[in-house]
């Protein structure tokens, strides 16, 4: 089990977020970045699967310490349309990669829905981390662009999704290709979610599994 904690931000000022630790020393770490809920249990619980797993993982509270109930999508939107995405990168984001590198470990940045899309943003903007996985979440091009990557991405998609299309992923996907980056996605026959245990109506267990031992095997190439 994890805890709260305080980080410093790149401009001095202080974000919070759940840290939890494996138990050894410079292991590498993994940012983890919320859906639109906010710092559900579930994220806290992926960063409880890291620390068992071998990483120090820390989930950024972009919310200031609102979560909002699965069943409220209005007030989920709300949170996350009111959001600055560029900011909450390179200040919450950023001050929790600094914070894991604190030992000289790599870090990586992972994030699901909205934090799919805060993935691909890390993966532009912010220079500590070493890699990214992002789950069925994409940014506007006008805020990051595939070949602005700088590095190895890998990516899962929901097949059944109306938010994070399957041409928008195609078309992301070519244009990583076409830019030269390092870059593997995969596709799933799910919804939009479907790594949320919490949430039955999206939850798909098989594919939550194959896309987490997925992302496990990326982070020991890359971290």
Known sequence: MGTTIAF?????REGTGYLAQ?????????V??????????????ICDRYAAAG????APDLYAGTVVPYHDTDKANRE?????FVEATDQLVR???????????????????????????????VPEFAAGVCYYGLPPAEVAK???VKVPLQGHFANQDDWCTPR??????????????????????????????????????????????????FWKKHL
């Open 8 to 12: 410093k931000r790149p401009d001095g």
């Open 22 to 30: 494996p138990g050894r020393a410079n292991a590498p770490g993994v």
């Open 32 to 45: 983890v970045i919320q859906e639109w809920w906010g710092v559900q249990d579930q994220i806290k619980g």
């Open 55 to 58: 990483f120090e993982a820390l």
């Open 80 to 84: 996350m349309s009111s959001l600055n």
């Open 95 to 125: 001050g929790a990669a600094q914070f894991l590198k604190r030992t000289g470990a790599k870090v990586g940045l992972t994030g699901y829905c909205l934090g799919g899309a805060v993935t691909v943003i890390g993966a532009v903007r």
């Open 146 to 148: 595939a070949a602005d």
């Open 168 to 217: 928008a992923v195609n078309d992301f996907e070519a244009a990583l290709k076409a830019a030269g980056k390092s870059a593997e996605f995969f596709r799933y026959d799910a919804a939009h979610g479907f790594s949320n245990e919490q949430r039955p109506s999206a939850h798909e267990r098989k594919s939550a599994e194959l896309a987490w031992d997925r992302t496990i095997q």
